[in-house]
């Protein structure tokens, strides 16, 4: 499709900054950028692929940082990955119809950006003493999460992420790690089923500068750290983003369906 140049520069430097935002505390930003290009009008397996891929190229800058820095241990990993990465696997197999697919982009984005308020606000001084939780309970939050990651096109760290910090799991610098790889096999997981399923949806042209931005996002992110006052604004922001546009998909979809 095409986009107005304003618009289209405008795309890249959010991208670039979602990137940025989300690489320095583990995240990839798939929910945000699902969301702005719901909002430009992107075919539905334009969207999936490309979410997955922005995720992969931030997360994986911040996994290789976070592994040169020992904190991802892989036996504190292996029972969310190993259930997430078939459950991720078999949602992007699936074939949504298009009404379906945005109704439930919708109720993720409006889930996700409700997840990333309660980070932000009620878990930011999450600091109480780390809580061993039963390593089947590891299982069905790596594959339930997992499972929707597939269907809509995301890494599922939004909503790994607070979860764990409630569920007090670990220190959020261990949380930050786990959650960067969690979202790393799941985009890998997720793009090889659109691949095999024939609804991977590559434009050199549109995707590789989004790609370049987030790469450059994600590279500064991972590096810096973002004071914790000075941030809250920017996720609030991005959190009323996500949850607009979830909104606004959802009620444009609902008149669709009952029209």
Not at 85 to 107: D, N
Not at 149 to 163: K, Y
Request: hydrophobic share 55%.
């Amino acid at each position: 499709m095409n986009i107005d140049p304003t618009q289209w520069v405008a795309l890249v430097l959010f991208f670039f900054l979602i990137a940025t935002l989300y690489s320095s505390v583990g995240f990839g930003g798939g929910s945000s950028y699902l969301a702005l290009l719901s909002l430009i009008g992107f075919s539905f397996f334009f969207i999936r692929t490309n979410a997955l891929l922005c995720n992969l190229i931030v997360v994986s800058g911040s996994s290789v940082l976070f592994y040169k820095n020992k904190l991802i241990h892989f036996k504190d990993i292996f029972s969310f990955v190993v259930a997430s990465i078939p459950l991720t696997f078999l949602g992007s197999l699936l074939k949504l119809e298009e009404t379906l697919f945005f109704i439930l982009l919708a109720l993720t984005l409006i889930g996700s950006s409700l997840s990333l308020f309660w980070q932000t606000f009620f878990l930011k001084n999450q600091n109480s003493q780390e809580k061993k939780i039963p390593l089947y309970l590891n299982y069905i939050i790596g594959g339930a999460i997992g499972f929707l990651s597939g269907l809509v096109g995301i890494g599922g760290g939004v909503f790994l992420a607070p979860l764990l910090l409630h569920l007090r799991w670990g220190k959020p610098i261990k949380i930050a790690a786990l959650t960067a790889f969690f979202i790393l096999v799941n985009s890998l997981s997720g793009l090889l089923g659109l691949v095999l399923n024939n609804t991977f949806d590559f434009s050199f042209s549109t995707t590789f500068p989004l790609l370049i931005a987030v790469f450059i996002g994600g590279q500064l992110g991972v590096r810096i750290s973002i004071r914790k006052g000075s941030s809250i604004w920017i996720k609030t922001l991005t959190g009323i983003l996500v949850l607009s546009v979830g909104i606004r998909i959802l009620i444009t979809q609902g008149f669709a369906v009952f029209a």
